[in-house]
């Protein structure tokens, strides 16, 4: 693990672009270690003034929408193009152990055996709130090394989706055609969400399918109303087996970054989050200091185990809890 004495070094090889800084600079901010989490605090500071050039894309999908093939087949076209990509792939299933991290490079094989391309597996071990955070911060870390693209990968699962969409600039959504999917979107709320809507798989038998979804869509998005007045999010098709829609998807996203960046939609865009990223992290170190004493852990066992067994309302145990705590913030 780094150490103070290195840091100095580490930047200066992660600015100039190394790979291997890079790593080392990510196993340092994932580390819950006290002091490991102090030098990642220094470490931010330092990259900060070279972030912010980063296209930041997210890219979500139920299992087997065909993430992996289709982040294989736009980054693998991004690359032609000269640009450096760098995916973070977050995986709520997977332990804390890190075990995904064969898993992702054989699910990326082209990818991750590029020069000008960097994939980091994400295990989430079920604490959401944290992800977000650390996945904010490894964000910004691959744009201090240079990639001109981010994507952050995840599962279309519930909150996990939310949480992405609030990190990234611009959210696609990866869907699939027939079988109800269409409405499922629809019910999750994904069409709100999204930037850009892809239906992928469209090849072989199934092509006529995801014409229809496609324009099942694009009905619904005329009826809905609009995330930011400039953007009108597109749904587009694609074949990422084929390798096939995938330049128009990438033109989409430019075209995105051209209409945000009219009076000055992205920069507003991408301060609300720093500040609501910077919230919300306030929030949950609060309250973790709260609740690091024990006294007010047991206030807040006895509350519970009261309301438990009927001895007080929930409201009164609220208002117990609360009470105690400002008292004691008061002395
Ligand atoms: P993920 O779970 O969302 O990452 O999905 P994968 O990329 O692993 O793809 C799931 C399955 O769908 C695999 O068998 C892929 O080969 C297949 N697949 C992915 N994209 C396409 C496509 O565009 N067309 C077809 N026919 N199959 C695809």
């Given at each position: 693990m780094l150490s103070?004495?290195?840091?100095?070094?580490?930047?200066?090889?992660?600015?100039?672009?190394?790979?291997?800084?890079?790593a080392q600079g990510m196993t340092l901010i994932e580390s819950v270690h006290p002091a490991h989490q102090a030098l990642a605090t220094?470490?931010?500071?330092?990259?900060?003034?070279?972030?912010?050039?980063a296209k930041r894309l997210?890219?979500?999908?139920?299992?087997?929408?065909?993430?992996?093939?289709?982040?294989?087949?736009?980054?693998?076209?991004?690359?032609?193009?000269?640009?450096?990509?760098?995916v973070i792939a977050i995986d709520p299933s997977?332990?804390?152990?890190?075990?995904?991290?064969?898993?992702?490079?054989t699910r990326m094989s082209l990818l991750s055996r590029a020069q000008r391309a960097?994939?980091?597996?994400?295990?989430?071990?079920?604490y959401l709130g944290g992800t977000s955070r650390r996945t904010r911060e490894l964000?910004?870390?691959?744009?201090?090394?240079?990639?001109?693209?981010?994507?952050?990968?995840?599962?279309?699962?519930?909150?996990?989706?939310?949480?992405?969409?609030?990190?990234?600039?611009?959210?696609?959504?990866?869907?699939?055609a027939g079988a109800g999917d269409e409405l499922q979107g629809i019910k999750k709320g994904i069409m709100?969400?999204?930037?850009?809507?892809?239906?992928?798989?469209?090849?072989?038998?199934?092509?006529?399918?995801?014409?229809?979804?496609?324009?099942m869509y694009r009905a619904s998005l005329t009826i809905m109303r609009r995330k930011y007045p400039a953007w009108a999010p597109p749904v587009l098709t694609c074949s990422a087996l084929e390798a096939r829609g995938i330049t128009d998807i990438w033109r989409a996203v430019d075209d995105f970054y051209q209409r945000m960046a009219v009076d000055g939609g992205l920069t507003a865009l991408r301060k609300r989050q720093q500040l609501d990223a910077m919230r919300k992290q306030i929030e949950e170190n609060t309250l973790a200091a709260l609740f690091a004493r024990d006294d007010i852990q047991d206030r807040y066992r006895r509350a519970l185990e009261q309301v438990e067994n009927h001895s007080v309302s929930p409201r009164a145990g609220v208002e117990d809890v609360t009470r105690y705590i400002v008292e004691k913030i008061n002395h």
């Open positions: 103070l004495d290195q840091l100095d070094n580490t930047v200066a090889r992660l600015l100039a672009g190394d790979r291997v800084a890079l220094l470490l931010l500071d330092r990259i900060m003034p070279h972030t912010g050039m997210g890219i979500t999908g139920v299992p087997g929408a065909g993430k992996s093939t289709f982040l294989e087949a736009l980054g693998g076209y991004v690359l032609t193009l000269g640009l450096k990509v760098a997977s332990p804390l152990s890190g075990g995904s991290i064969l898993g992702d490079k960097f994939i980091r597996p994400v295990p989430t071990g079920g964000m910004l870390l691959c744009e201090a090394a240079g990639y001109d693209l981010v994507i952050v990968e995840t599962v279309g699962v519930g909150q996990s989706e939310v949480d992405i969409a609030r990190l990234v600039d611009c959210f696609l959504s990866l869907q699939l709100e969400m999204a930037d850009i809507i892809v239906i992928n798989k469209d090849d072989g038998d199934n092509r006529a399918r995801v014409m229809l979804t496609a324009q």
